[in-house]
């Protein structure tokens, strides 16, 4: 890898920063420690609008509105015609989820969308051989 002047100025200029702060909390005996905050926490600060918990009745209503990906998390068969708009659905809620910072759930759907898709080949393979 190359190293522009760009990049080493910045380098430079982050272990200047860092030996001066290391320096500042060696003379004041300062121990660095990890902020242990929520996210949920530092949204509120930056969008309170948004952090607000959603009515229980918002729920239920984005749940029917997701149709088939909502049969799907309730644990219901679907039918594999509607894998595709499942898949479609479930990626645009990951997609939702992981603007709004749960990765965490954003993450498990994209492991329930690849097992789907396993499930789509393992059909379509199924057809192939029958056919």
């Known amino acids: 890898d190359v190293v522009t002047d760009s990049m080493r100025r910045a380098i430079d200029e982050t272990s200047r920063r860092r030996a001066r702060q290391q320096a500042h909390n060696a003379e004041h005996g300062i121990s660095p420690q990890t902020i242990r905050k929520a996210v949920t926490d530092i949204l509120a600060l930056i969008r309170p609008e948004e952090t607000a918990p959603v009515p229980q009745r918002q729920r239920h209503e984005r749940r029917a509105r997701r ?65």
């Not at 595709?84 to 759930?105: G, N, Q, V, W």
């Not at 993450?107 to 059909?123: G, K, Q, T, V």
């Open 67 to 131: 149709g088939v990906a909502g049969a799907a998390a309730e644990g219901l068969d679907v039918a594999s015609d509607d894998l595709p708009r499942l898949i479609a659905a479930l990626t645009e809620e990951m997609h939702e989820a992981s603007a709004d910072l749960r990765f965490e759930y954003a993450a498990r759907l994209r492991d329930e969308i690849n097992e789907l898709r396993r499930e789509m080949r393992d059909i379509a393979g199924a057809h192939a051989v029958g056919a």
